[in-house]
């Protein structure tokens, strides 16, 4: 009887948790993925994905340990140069043809202090897996955006290394430095609608 009773209380818990979870999914027209990588040395280029989905799952107000999930489609890169593009859709860079999405799973989100969270999860780009550490800004959630939904928004930045995924095609300059930087900064701006 004991056993059934505590049983009942964890499946009511369990049920209690689950209503309260709400989903975000998210509104590309207001969104953008975009990144940075030195060319030369002496300069930067810079690029975005045009194509990506993402939701967020979360149990609070201020989003403390929420999950976030993310796909990009890396043929949708755009570096305003199409030439360009094709060498990156190639095997030298992302290999498109064989590892078309790059994805991402949260495995944390927590506050640093007031809006600033550190995002902690899992990053897959060309087949390999990385944990990853990112800083994100909130930028605050609004009731109403003029059409009757709810929106949160948040501002997602980090420094990856291409080397680790294998995005690897690199060329020596005269001078000895490298033609594209192994760093890449990104710039997430994401706006999401409660569900």
């Known amino acids: 009887m004991k056993t059934t009773i505590t049983l009942i209380f964890a499946v009511l818990i369990s049920l209690s948790i689950q209503a309260q979870s709400v989903t975000w999914g998210l509104d590309p027209n207001h969104s953008s993925v975009n990144f940075s990588v030195s060319h030369l040395v002496i300069s930067e280029i810079d690029g975005t994905f045009k194509s990506f989905t993402g939701s967020i ?23 305003k140069n199409s030439k360009r593009d094709g060498h990156l859709k190639s095997e030298d860079f992302f290999y498109t043809e064989k590892y078309s999405k790059i994805t991402f799973k949260s495995t944390s989100f927590k506050k640093k202090k007031k809006n600033k969270y550190a995002l902690e999860g899992n990053l897959t ?14 930028g605050g959630t609004i009731p109403n955006d003029g059409y009757g939904n709810t929106k949160a928004g948040f501002i997602i930045t980090g420094t990856l290394n291409r080397i680790d995924y294998g995005v690897a095609w690199n060329a020596k300059t005269e001078h000895g430095g490298l033609t594209v930087g192994e760093d890449v900064d990104i710039e997430v701006k994401l706006q999401f609608v409660k569900q």
């Open 57 to 79: 799952t979360s149990n609070s107000d201020d989003f403390s340990n929420a999950q976030f999930n993310f796909e990009i489609d890396a043929n949708s890169i755009d570096t």
């Open 125 to 138: 780009m060309r087949g390999v897996t990385k944990k990853v550490i990112l800083d994100v800004t909130y």
